[in-house]
């Protein structure tokens, strides 16, 4: 059996600050600088080395964090291309080898630098030197007692910084979105939003944001949100039921508003646990079209083709298409037959069908004019 930690005040403080690193970044230099005077290891340094890029996420040293290993003091940033051979984290962790030997392993690796997590993505690093103020085997039992909570601490992070990527990347898709997302608690607090349901609020006099709490400003309107969200999280469950209402905003504009149950598939924790329902609230603005490109990659159909095909996704007649691009009704009709043809449908109606399964791409966010926003009401003429 391995020698039980020691109780000092400043273990636990190094023990605490550890795993407060792994949480905040902007923690480990106050990390490492106990670490270095607990262990007597100068000049202690982590690394986040991305294999995928090539470059270092991150770089830490007591007296700061750095995002480029070109720019790390010392040696840091040459860590990855010393290749030690790698620690055995398994060893360290689960008692596999003796605190001795464990120890004495740390202390020879920790020179060049020891590999806390290393898989296809990153490698992370920790390295520093003995400063030799205390006895060999007094730094190695340290050592052997602190290193595994530095490996689980690195851990932590990495599985840390792959969730808030994840849920970064998701935020940013529902900010595509042309249309308004919101995530509501039963007292109406808004946990999210994305960029059209903010946009929209704010340009609409009936709703706003309080406190991070929705209000309608008539209570007709408050007591319609009450009972939607009612009806959506009444038992999360199968007695759980979507609602609508069609609202009209200041400006005059429709937005139906459909609130439907949320129910994680995954357990969930903090005030996510709540009850919540989703919020979406339509676009009546909307000027997501099909891209005249996207069905001509997909179907070969020529420019005039697509616009058409186009046209009647949109709900215009033969004659009113006929008429906006300048062509005689049977022009269109030909031209209507050879897309039905190229696109393996047989009737209008299945081709209007299959280009709404079809995503719409955003001109204006596309980069051809301003983005698209909600209008500000205009005064109306006395």
């Given at each position: 059996?391995?020698?039980?930690?020691?109780?000092?005040?400043?273990?636990?403080?190094?023990?605490?600050?550890?795993?407060?690193?792994?949480?905040?970044v902007?923690?480990?230099?106050?990390?490492?600088?106990?670490?270095?005077?607990?262990?007597?290891?100068?000049?202690?340094?982590?690394?986040?080395?991305?294999?995928?890029?090539?470059?270092?996420?991150?770089?830490?040293?007591?007296?700061?964090?750095?995002?480029?290993?070109?720019?790390?003091p010392?040696?840091?940033?040459?860590?990855?291309?010393?290749?030690?051979?790698?620690?055995?984290?398994?060893?360290?962790?689960?008692?596999?080898?003796t605190a001795?030997?464990?120890?004495?392993?740390?202390?020879s690796?920790?020179?060049?630098?020891?590999?806390?997590?290393?898989?296809?993505?990153?490698?992370?690093?920790?390295?520093?030197?003995?400063?030799?103020?205390?006895?060999?085997?007094?730094?190695?039992?340290?050592?052997?007692?602190?290193?595994?909570?530095?490996?689980?601490?690195?851990?932590?992070?990495?599985?840390?910084?792959?969730?808030?990527?994840?849920?970064?990347?998701?935020?940013?898709?529902?900010?595509?979105?042309?249309?308004?997302?919101?995530?509501?608690?039963?007292?109406?607090?808004?946990?999210?939003?994305?960029?059209?349901?903010?946009?929209?609020?704010?340009?609409?006099?009936?709703l706003?944001?309080?406190?991070?709490?929705?209000?309608?400003?008539?209570?007709?309107?408050?007591?319609?949100?009450?009972?939607?969200?009612?009806?959506a999280?009444?038992?999360?469950?199968?007695?759980?039921?979507?609602?609508?209402?069609?609202?009209?905003?200041?400006?005059?504009?429709?937005?139906?508003?459909?609130?439907?149950?949320?129910?994680?598939?995954?357990?969930?924790?903090?005030p996510?646990?709540?009850?919540?329902?989703?919020?979406?609230?339509?676009?009546?603005?909307?000027?997501?079209?099909?891209?005249?490109?996207?069905?001509?990659?997909?179907?070969?159909?020529?420019?005039?083709?697509?616009?058409?095909a186009?046209?009647?996704?949109?709900?215009?007649?033969?004659?009113?298409?006929?008429?906006r691009?300048?062509?005689?009704p049977?022009?269109?009709?030909?031209?209507?037959?050879?897309?039905?043809?190229?696109?393996?449908?047989?009737?209008?109606?299945?081709?209007?069908?299959?280009?709404?399964?079809?995503?719409?791409?955003?001109?204006?966010?596309?980069?051809?004019?301003?983005?698209?926003?909600?209008?500000?009401?205009?005064?109306?003429?006395?």
């Open positions: 059996m391995g020698e039980h930690p020691t109780t000092d005040e400043d273990f636990h403080r190094l023990v605490d600050s550890i795993y407060e690193s792994a949480l905040d902007a923690a480990m230099p106050a990390a490492l600088d106990l670490f270095s005077r607990y262990t007597c290891t100068v000049s202690p340094r982590y690394l986040i080395w991305d294999k995928l890029a090539g470059h270092a996420r991150l770089g830490v040293t007591p007296h700061g964090c750095f995002t480029g290993g070109a720019s790390l010392g040696t840091l940033g040459a860590c990855h291309g010393a290749r030690p051979a790698p620690l055995d984290a398994a060893a360290l962790c689960c008692g596999g080898a001795t030997d464990v120890a004495a392993l740390v202390c690796e920790l020179e060049q630098g020891i590999r806390l997590v290393e898989n296809a993505e990153v490698c992370v690093l920790m390295s520093g030197t003995n400063a030799g103020s205390i006895s060999t085997g007094q730094r190695e039992r340290r050592l052997s007692h602190v290193m595994p909570h530095w490996v689980r601490a690195a851990r932590m992070q990495q599985r840390n910084f792959e969730l808030s990527g994840l849920a970064s990347l998701g935020l940013a898709g529902l900010d595509t979105l042309d249309f308004g997302v919101m995530v509501l608690q039963a007292d109406l607090r808004v946990r999210y939003a994305n960029s059209w349901a903010e946009a929209l609020v704010q340009a609409d006099s009936h706003s944001l309080q406190d991070g709490v929705l209000r309608a400003h008539s209570d007709t309107l408050q007591a319609v949100l009450r009972k939607l969200l009612d009806g999280m009444r038992g999360r469950g199968a007695d759980a039921a979507s609602g609508s209402w069609m609202h009209i905003t200041s400006g005059g504009q429709p937005v139906p508003i459909i609130v439907t149950p949320l129910v994680s598939r995954q357990p969930v924790e903090g996510w646990q709540l009850p919540a329902a989703m919020l979406l609230l339509g676009n009546s603005e909307s000027r997501s079209v099909l891209d005249a490109g996207v069905l001509t990659s997909l179907f070969g159909l020529s420019r005039k083709e697509s616009i058409i186009i046209r009647l996704a949109a709900g215009e007649t033969l004659n009113e298409i006929a008429e691009e300048f062509l005689s049977h022009t269109v009709r030909v031209h209507i037959r050879d897309t039905l043809r190229k696109t393996g449908t047989h009737r209008q109606s299945e081709l209007v069908r299959l280009l709404h399964l079809l995503p719409g791409v955003n001109l204006e966010r596309a980069g051809m004019t301003s983005a698209i926003r909600p209008r500000t009401p205009r005064p109306r003429a006395a």
